[in-house]
């Protein structure tokens, strides 16, 4: 029972990682009044360029941070369309959903001889463990604990970005013009550069958690590898109620739900596996319909803002 249990949490903090980078982008982004749901194509982006990376450099770390920095130009498309030229910021997002998948498998076949998968990455070359070793092989606390460096750092992040948001200038900042951005422009705060710079992050952080996904979780990139997770997150932002705290504790959910599906496919109990693959995207839909109840987004959420308009 107990092997089961710590074989279910670990799962959990292992797919919970990508969710709760990207959403922690989307807090970002939607704070500072710019909804991002190009997530998923700047997860995607992230996932690609991060397995790509790391098998040609053979640096675990380097590819991390070329997955974010290639999330963060994605998101630079997306600042310039909804923040420059105040286009609809929906539709720039879908438009980012469409252009992360086909970049990735353009460059995909380009480097890779026409494949749309790249190369595993060697086991050398995964994430390091830091607690690998540190418990006795197979036992309770070497199962929970014994996780990928991007799982304790998507957790140090979470706090990291709570205190950036609450207890700085730069997060007040942020806060103002995603609630009222013409009181933040008398006030003499450059909206279009923290917005500028608020979706940039969050496209780093997409990029952070599709690494994770093609670096730790599995150790390659493939078309289906992200799949949907972006928009779970962008749902674990919402669940969370735009806040850093909360979108982890929905991710972790999430992740739950797929660490269940991972431990009754391993189990003897007779489940179709369609049945289980569709669980994180019902208990998605269960979760944003009947129970987030009243998620108020920042008031100038979604709204272009054009300098000298009352």
């Known amino acids: 029972m107990l092997a089961s249990i710590a074989f279910i949490i670990g799962t959990t903090l292992m797919y919970s990682t990508p969710l709760i980078y990207t959403a922690l982008g989307g807090v970002i982004s939607e704070n500072s009044g710019v909804v991002n749901i190009g997530l998923e194509g700047m997860m995607?982006?992230?996932?690609?360029?991060?397995?790509?990376?790391?098998?040609?450099?053979?640096?675990?770390?380097?590819?991390?941070?070329?997955?974010?920095?290639?999330?963060?130009?994605?998101?630079?498309?997306?600042?310039?369309?909804?923040?420059?030229?105040g286009a609809d910021q929906v539709v720039s997002g879908i438009a980012i959903n469409f252009l992360g998948p086909g970049l990735s498998l353009f460059f995909s076949r380009?480097?890779?001889?026409?494949?749309?998968?790249?190369?595993?990455?060697?086991?050398?070359?995964?994430?390091?463990r830091p607690f690998n070793g540190v418990f006795p092989k197979n036992s309770f606390l070497d199962q929970i604990f014994n996780q990928y460096a991007t799982v304790y750092l998507a957790f140090v992040?979470?706090?990291?970005?709570?205190?950036?948001?609450?207890?700085?200038?730069?997060?007040?900042?942020?806060?103002?013009?995603?609630?009222?951005?013409?009181?933040?422009?008398?006030l003499g705060v450059n909206v279009f550069k923290i917005r500028y710079i608020a979706v940039i992050l969050s496209g780093i952080f997409a990029g952070f958690g599709g690494a994770a996904m093609s670096i730790a979780v599995v150790s390659n990139f493939r078309p289906t590898l992200i799949s949907g997770q972006g928009f779970i997150a962008l749902a674990a932002m919402i669940f969370g109620k735009?806040?850093?705290?909360?979108?982890?504790?929905?991710?972790?959910?999430?992740?739950?739900?797929?660490?269940?599906?991972?431990?009754?496919?391993?189990?003897?109990?007779?489940?179709?596996?369609?049945i289980l693959a569709m669980l994180p995207y019902i208990l998605t839909l269960i979760i944003l319909t009947g129970f987030v109840g009243k998620a108020v987004a920042p008031a100038a959420d979604g709204i272009p803002y054009e300098k000298g308009e009352r």
Do not use: C
Not at 52 to 65: I, M
């Open 44 to 85: 995607t982006v992230g996932a690609f360029v991060g397995a790509t990376v790391t098998y040609f450099s053979g640096n675990p770390w380097v590819g991390f941070l070329a997955a974010g920095l290639a999330g963060g130009l994605l998101a630079l498309l997306h600042a310039i369309a909804s923040v420059t030229f």
């Open 157 to 186: 992040l979470v706090f990291i970005v709570w205190y950036v948001l609450y207890y700085t200038r730069f997060g007040l900042r942020i806060r103002a013009v995603g609630e009222h951005p013409k009181a933040a422009d008398t």
């Open 110 to 128: 380009f480097f890779f001889e026409g494949s749309t998968m790249t190369k595993p990455i060697p086991l050398n070359q995964m994430m390091p």
């Open 242 to 274: 735009w806040k850093p705290q909360g979108a982890m504790w929905a991710s972790l959910l999430f992740g739950a739900a797929q660490g269940l599906i991972v431990y009754l496919g391993s189990t003897a109990i007779n489940i179709s596996s369609q």
